[in-house]
DNA sequence: GTCTATATATGGATAGAC
DNA sequence: GTCTATCCATATATAGAC
């Protein structure tokens, strides 16, 4: 019985446990103690249902990524114009950086790790990265068309995920840095929930510079 | 003697190895073994030289986040004009992420490992983040006498960082979603180095979109 | 299914010879 | 200053009782 008042089978609670641990500390700091601990049951128990640490991760993992690009391969794939593409893409995942901050932290942080065959494999797991092939069309017709200025995809894609994504990744240093506090953090990411998509929209449609 | 053809000393050898160890794993993932191996020594010269792990990897992270930081400094306080800042900074930041990727990703990482307290330590200390005054300075003299559209320093330092820094960062990911090749990826970003200065400029400089 | 106890491996760190 | 050998703590994983 989690807050949800929902009770939850034994699996439940360790996969629940192992998500929050191999978040907050990625998967060579992340101890079966702890997630044991956090899970309230026993260290034994782990192997017993997931086996090893590897096949515990990779199941957490592949949750996480599902769900984080869950969002991204929707919005990608919907019948919604440019415009308001940008404005939800930016939306969703400067509202999940404020809420859930671990999360992108994390699948970033693991496909980086040297030696992790799963993460790659997992990654080219068919449904957990977003298919990118109807973004890329959708630009590609309305740059023929003459509705926005020509402008490359990928550039575009990588525009928008560092301009929301970077500040939740560097959270600790940008907050050093600039001298701010954690509430004038989220101040600022609210702000850019506005800023960016018209910073972007603005590049898009404006006569060049 | 390395591959320059200098001779060094033994310390400097196992801060050479130490650094390309823990940039590549993380202290998590990092093994003293490893360490000594990558500088030809035995294990127990590294704790003769620098008593514990925790020691070396303070001087590892302390001389990562001067060296990355340094040109960031440089460039702020200079006396170059604000376009002149934006252009030297993407500049340096892509050429860096390309030629040196391991260090921004892994200054970010570890600054977001938990429980590291050194970690924010040592960004604490004088003259390892750079000193954003100027740069804030500079902006608010810039919009006050009407010559760039009214911007809040931070979210352009923000801007700009993110844009240079995520394709870095998050690029295992990157590459994958967008079905790039390592030789695109570098096409990829050479062609920021020109795309984001421009960009930057133009919502400065152009009348509201 | 869940526990206690234990096996086995490995990591950081130290002792002591040279 | 550098090595070999070893200690000690801790991590994952398993055995076996209940």
Redesign the pocket.
């Known amino acids: 019985m989690d807050n949800t008042g929902i009770v939850l089978?034994?699996?439940e609670r360790i996969l629940a446990a192992a998500a929050k641990v191999f978040r907050l500390r990625g998967f060579d700091g992340?101890?079966?103690?702890?997630?044991?601990d956090e899970a309230?049951?026993?260290?034994?128990?782990?192997?017993?249902?997931?086996?090893?640490?590897?096949?515990?991760f990779e199941r957490v993992f592949r949750a996480s990524a599902a769900e984080y690009f869950g969002s991204l391969r929707t919005i990608l794939r919907s019948e919604a114009t440019l415009r308001e593409k940008v404005i939800r893409l930016c939306d969703q995942y400067i509202t999940t950086g404020i809420e859930q901050p671990y999360i992108a932290v994390f699948i970033i942080t693991e496909a980086n790790r040297k030696g992790a065959g799963f993460v790659t494999r997992i990654q080219s797991e068919e449904g957990v990265l977003p298919d990118f092939e109807p973004f890329r069309l959708q630009i590609a017709e309305e740059v023929a068309a003459g509705r926005i200025r020509p402008v490359n995809p990928e550039q575009l894609m990588m525009d928008i995920l560092g301009l929301c994504l970077f500040p939740v990744i560097a959270r600790p240093m940008m907050q050093r840095m600039l001298g701010v506090s954690d509430e004038g953090f989220r101040e600022a990411m609210a702000q850019r929930r506005d800023r960016i998509p018209k910073m972007i929209i603005d590049s898009l449609y404006n006569p060049a510079g």
Not at 30 to 36: F, G, L, P, S, T
């Open positions: 089978s034994t699996e992340a101890r079966m103690r702890e997630i044991a309230g049951i026993n260290k034994a128990l782990l192997h017993y249902y997931f086996r090893s640490k590897d096949l515990l």
